[in-house]
């Protein structure tokens, strides 16, 4: 915007001005070029300035400009943080945060979170339970940012599970309900932990995880030295801790360096998929030891995806028998969760029958690519004999060894297929489709699991399901949050593509409960808002409406507001208006090259006839409609 005049200019635009924000009225202002530029921006009393001239941003930690600058509220804790992007000198995009005080004479710190290149367009930012997710289309993928600001664990983020065990895992408690919420009444009694058998296990959704937040109602008075580990492909011990908790003798957290816990895998236990860390008290702890409040500190970071903890089903399950150059397909003895049916992995002869053994081979395929299978021996049926498992795949002409290769089901160590357990892999890049053996197997992703050494002659494997692996969500240009679901719009690779994730899961872009709905036609998704209680998709130069409130009644359909698009997401402004009834509603208001617009929810009104934003012959400000798409 531009502008003759060098002091402070204040539009009013009918009822835009009216908001109110604790207690202080919010007035649209701008200064010569401000805007446009997207520096000159001051932070003053936890309030938004723009001043004359070009400078570094007051307070911030960086010497550069602004070109976005946002308040952010998480819905379930109301904890509010101000959110910037900046361009450095050398032309780079960092991203800072700030927790807002309750004081508001006190400063506002700023804490870099995240640097996103030189390639980075202006982010958006979508806001679910306590999680943000910030978009930008251009230089990565979306991240996670879940705050954890505040050392003392005020704002630190909640977990997605806490369980407990007293068998080593063979079952579990789950103390959730008692220690994710902020009741202080609710609290897990778990009393003494026997050592080496007890443990506390925490899963959340983000595979970088520097901290974790234990207030404790029941102190532990024994002395006994945690243990924090976590699960990569086994489970390994965090080194670098610093615990501030005394062992759990009194509320506080325990951290460490983010170079000491790089990158957890996504497993399940007891049905609940993520990442999980566990707390083993070393020696046990004494019988008064109880928790009222379990929260975790994490990096902001790629947002991950992963499943709501259900497996599938495989594609194929084939027992090839060298000895007699044989298959044999138990497909469905596997995935029938039928105890008296299950896959012999033997010969098949009636009398004295020789088990699995070295040159014999399991063929386990799905119709993608996945990372991991669960086996489950029978019962009373599974292998004791020493030998160990190997994988290998297809790439198209030859099978491989699998990398990364793990065998959760070996027990004791060294007897493969001794227990229940998942067997995994490092998905390779090269996997290829086939059909093993012949013709009459299904086309898809196969693994080939061969042993070291001949199996016991009566191991059966009762049951076999698939981890799917899911690709790493792909860039996006905008983030909003509609009826509690996140929507990712602009994909780089299908700009015309909206990605729905599970209800209240940020992380949920996989399964059934979510979706993918692409808006027909050429063309890119330009602009994204939610606004009385509906998603707003702009598309070229008309509005979409995107309704229905699960998979089966998601659509997409041209809104009433056709033509009058915004320019760019930038311009788009929700803020309160005055109907004549004298109630304060929620409006949307934006602008493009045919003027400034107010959008009541039934109708689009213009607004702009009143000024001379587009009277170049006027000598009060008007928008620089060469520049109004950059803006």
């Known amino acids: 915007m531009t502008t003759t005049q060098s002091n402070t200019q204040v539009f009013s635009l009918f009822d835009w001005t009216k908001g109110v924000h604790n207690q202080m009225s919010n007035p649209l202002m701008s200064m010569d070029n401000s805007l446009f530029a997207g520096e000159n921006i001051d932070i003053t009393n936890t309030g938004l300035v723009v001043r004359n001239g070009v400078a570094p941003i007051s ?124 009741d202080p009444e609710a609290t897990a009694e778990i009393g003494a932990m026997a050592p080496e058998t007890c443990y506390v296990a925490i899963c959340v959704d983000t595979p970088i995880v520097t901290g974790l937040f234990f207030d404790v109602s029941g102190p ?47 497993t399940a236990i007891s049905n609940i998929e993520g990442h999980w860390i566990r707390v083993r008290p070393y020696s046990g702890t004494t019988s008064g030891f109880s928790l009222n409040r379990v929260l975790f500190r994490s990096p902001c970071q790629p947002l991950s995806r992963f499943g709501n903890g259900s497996t599938d089903t495989p594609l194929g399950f084939i027992y090839w028998d060298e000895s007699t150059s044989s ?78 290769f793990f065998d959760g089901s070996a027990e004791p160590a060294g007897t493969t297929f001794g227990k229940r357990g998942v067997i995994r892999w490092n998905t390779p890049d090269d996997w290829r489709p086939n059909r093993p053996i012949g013709s009459q197997y299904s086309y898809g992703y196969w693994i080939r699991l061969a042993v070291s050494a001949g199996l016991t002659p009566r191991t059966f494997i009762s049951e076999a399901a698939i981890w799917p692996e899911y690709a790493p969500l792909k860039k996006y240009g905008f983030a909003i949050t509609v009826r509690d679901r996140i929507i990712l719009c602009n994909r780089s690779d299908s700009s015309d593509l909206l990605d729905i994730s599970r209800p209240l899961e940020e992380f949920g872009f996989c399964g059934p409960d979510s979706a993918s709905l692409r808006i027909g036609g050429a063309g890119a998704i330009t602009g994204a808002v939610e606004v009385f209680n509906q998603g707003f998709i702009a598309k070229n130069d008309d509005w979409y409406l995107l309704n229905g409130y699960s998979p089966s009644t998601f659509s997409v359909e041209r809104a009433e507001a056709a033509g009058q698009a915004p320019v760019n997401n930038r311009v788009l402004v929700r803020a309160p208006h005055m109907e004549a009834d004298s109630k304060n509603l929620m409006g949307l208001y934006y602008i493009n090259n045919r003027g400034a617009w107010h959008f009541a929810g039934l109708k689009v009104y213009r607004i702009s006839d009143q000024v001379s934003w587009w009277d170049h012959t006027s000598q009060g400000p008007k928008l620089d409609l060469n520049n109004l798409g950059a803006a």
């Not at 996103?116 to 982010?123: C, D, F, K, P």
């Not at 978009?135 to 977990?159: I, K, M, N, Q, R």
């Not at 699995?356 to 386990?364: L, S, T």
């Not at 991991?372 to 002409?397: A, K, M, Q």
Request: aromatic share 10%; with cysteine; charged share 15%.
């Open 327 to 404: 298959a044999k397909d138990f497909t469905i003895e596997v995935q029938d969760f039928s105890y008296p049916s299950f896959a012999r992995l033997n010969d098949a002869a009636l009398e004295n029958p020789q088990g699995m053994a070295p040159g014999d081979f399991i063929y386990v395929g799905y119709l993608t690519k996945f990372q991991s299978v669960e086996i489950t021996p029978h019962n009373d049926y599974h292998n004791s004999e020493t030998s160990t498992l190997r994988g290998s795949y297809w790439n198209g002409t030859d099978w491989v060894s699998l990398s990364g």
């Open 59 to 182: 307070a911030l930690p960086v010497q550069g400009r602004v070109v976005h600058l946002s308040s952010l509220i998480f819905p379930t804790n109301r904890v509010n943080y101000l959110v910037a992007q900046t361009i450095d000198s050398s032309g780079s995009s960092r991203l800072f945060a700030a927790l807002l005080p309750s004081d508001a004479s006190q400063p506002v710190v700023w804490t870099e979170i995240y640097d996103l290149g030189v390639s980075a367009n202006i982010i958006s930012v979508a806001a679910l339970n306590d999680r943000a997710i910030i978009t930008e289309g251009s230089s990565c993928p979306p991240l996670v940012f879940s705050g954890g600001l505040d050392p003392t664990g005020s704002d630190w983020a909640v977990p997605l599970a806490v369980l407990f065990t007293r068998d080593n895992g063979t079952n579990w408690i789950d103390i959730s309900d008692s220690v994710l919420d902020t």
């Open 220 to 266: 532990d008075t024994s002395g006994s030295a945690l243990t924090i580990e976590a699960y990569i492909q086994d489970w390994v011990q965090v080194p670098d801790v610093t615990d501030s908790a005394s062992r759990w003798s009194h509320t506080g957290a325990i951290t460490w360096p983010s170079t000491s816990l790089t990158q957890m895998r996504v």
